[in-house]
């Protein structure tokens, strides 16, 4: 399978590509901005993996992972954000968001997950809280359209902080615990659109772990019990509740 690295830091990216090559059975290539990562994408035949940084002065992941992911049927994305990996509050099973200092075995593991998934009709799934926090430690404004099937939600952020959700006739908390449920999900990022209301009062953190703590207790309610909910509240508040799958792309 060929990986395709795009990191400003050339140190880092080389790092990563030796890193891919020595312990895997993967090819590996590099480019430090999104123009070169295009030009290099135009001379290839396959890509299965991108591993891109989130953002920098000439590198934008969410743009490029959309457009390599056109040149690219069944492109995996995995992202590294530049905010220190104890900003996050919240943990998924599988991630692919990996802040720094990046988790190399972590990141190998995610890496052969990807590359096991790609075919030509794949989905770049993410798990919708990696996504939402992602975009909220890296001080995002704009809107995040969640898609899972036929199904579609919006998110809005203001400089990092969830002001809006809306899922159907749900608004704000009501609509995020709808969101977590769904597990994997597709993602696209306009960050050019802005709330229409203001549904979301708390910090993105606090909303976070509060749609969590509600789509447990929904989930709880059809068959479990109550030693059960407070055990996995308590979870909750350390981490997001792991998926039965992998996490969610770029749409």
């Known amino acids: 399978m060929q990986v395709l690295v795009v990191h400003h830091d050339v140190e880092v ?82 991630p692919k968001v990996f802040p720094e200092p990046i988790d190399g075995e972590r990141l190998l593991k995610a890496i052969d997950r990807a590359a096991g998934a790609t075919s030509y009709r794949a989905l770049d799934l993410f798990h919708v809280v990696d996504v939402l926090q992602m975009c909220s430690l890296s001080r995002r404004t704009g809107a995040i359209q969640i898609v899972k099937g036929a199904r579609t939600a919006l998110v809005f952020l203001r400089e990092g902080q969830i002001v809006h959700a809306e899922h159907g006739a749900a608004r704000g908390v009501p609509a995020l615990a709808e969101m977590v449920s769904w597990e994997a999900v597709e993602f696209a990022y306009d960050a050019s ?55 969610f792309g770029v749409g």
């Open 13 to 94: 990216g080389e790092q990563l590509v030796r890193m891919v090559e020595d312990y895997t059975a993967h090819t590996c290539a590099f480019t430090a901005t999104d123009a070169d990562a295009l030009e290099w994408a135009r001379a290839q035949r396959e890509c299965s993996v991108l591993l891109v940084q989130l953002e920098s002065p000439e590198v934008d992941g969410l743009s490029i992972g959309g457009s390599l992911a056109e040149i690219f049927a069944g492109l995996q994305t995995i992202f590294l954000p530049s905010y220190a990996a104890s900003e996050q509050r919240l943990e998924v099973t599988n």
């Open 193 to 247: 659109m802005r709330a229409p209301a203001e549904t979301v009062s708390e910090t993105w953190e606090e909303v976070l772990i509060e749609a969590v703590l509600r789509n447990n207790r929904s989930q709880l309610a059809a068959g479990g019990t109550l030693r059960e909910s407070r055990r996995d509240e308590m979870a909750a508040r350390k981490s997001a509740p792991p998926t039965r799958r992998r996490s």
